[in-house]
């Protein structure tokens, strides 16, 4: 085994829950157990997702990192404020936003939201 108990422990503890329960799943389904498979699979994992980070862009549209925690509960917020106030943009719209990214009509469609 390449890597000490405590290097692993620390790649898993920097890790996204959902990474970690991916990896755990596969080493499982895929493996006869051998801690050097997990290890083999942290390794594909963290070179799949490094430099991924949760975040917002902010009203001057620029990213701003959050925690997996932030993320959760402003997601968590917005649905509840949808649920109250019933305000969203609608299906359509976001299709039509969706469809153009790539586009040259993109910059005039994040420029002209629609609330529904």
């Not at 898993?12 to 959902?18: F, H, T, Y």
């Amino acid at each position: 085994m390449a890597q000490s108990i405590k290097q692993l422990h620390a790649q898993i503890q920097a890790m996204p829950s959902d990474s970690v329960k991916a990896i755990v799943l596969s080493w499982l389904n895929q493996s006869n157990g051998n801690l050097s498979d997990f290890e083999r699979l942290i390794g594909e994992i963290a070179e799949e997702t490094e430099g991924y980070q949760w975040g917002e862009i902010d009203t001057a549209n620029e990213f701003q990192p959050l925690s997996e925690e932030e993320t959760i509960a402003r997601s968590l917020a917005a649905l509840q404020d949808f649920q109250t106030n019933k305000t969203g943009i609608g299906h359509d719209r976001v299709k039509q936003w969706a469809d153009s990214l790539g586009s040259d009509r993109f910059g005039y469609l994040c420029q002209n939201k629609v609330r529904k």
